[in-house]
């Protein structure tokens, strides 16, 4: 990432994608977020080994990469007022292609929440639920750029 976010931050991120992955996207398999950050946590140099190769220590057949390139969840100019807003460029790589063909979709992926309407106060809102409700909403945006996407039907 171009931030360094934290252990706990990147295996939370990750667990809301993977779950949305799952939930959307049919016969997938997601590697434990923990076990990636870990990897990455031991491992000083992971960044340079090429990603076909990243992907094939997990066993995995494509790895997705996100960097986040902003994440806020204040309103611009507001000390009070909450508006969550992520962007972050997003890359597939196919493990089974050699590592200069190995990108197979780049695009970036940007939520803002809530998606419509004014920002929420923050006297009346609870600051860990607005930023899950921010990483839920990138993570469904991510997984729509697939498409073989699945709509959640309401019973």
């Known amino acids: 990432p171009l931030f360094p976010y934290t252990t706990l931050f990147r295996s939370q991120l990750a667990g809301i994608i993977g779950k949305e992955l799952k939930d959307r996207l049919d016969n997938i398999t997601v590697v434990a977020p923990g076990r990636i950050v870990k990897y990455q946590d031991n491992d000083v140099s992971w960044q340079a080994i090429q990603r076909p ?12 990469q996100v960097a986040i390139l902003s994440y806020t969840l204040r309103e611009s100019g507001s000390q009070t007022l909450y508006r969550g807003n992520m962007l972050a460029e997003v890359v597939l790589f196919d493990s089974s292609l050699p590592a200069d063909k190995a990108r197979v979709w780049r695009g970036d992926v940007e939520a803002t929440y809530p998606p419509q309407g004014h920002p929420v106060g923050r006297i009346n809102d609870n600051l860990g639920q607005f930023r899950v409700n921010t990483e839920r909403l990138f993570a469904e945006n991510l997984v729509k750029r697939f498409r073989s996407y699945k709509v959640k039907v309401k019973k």
């Open 53 to 64: 190769a990243l992907a094939k220590k997990f066993g995995a057949d494509y790895l997705l």
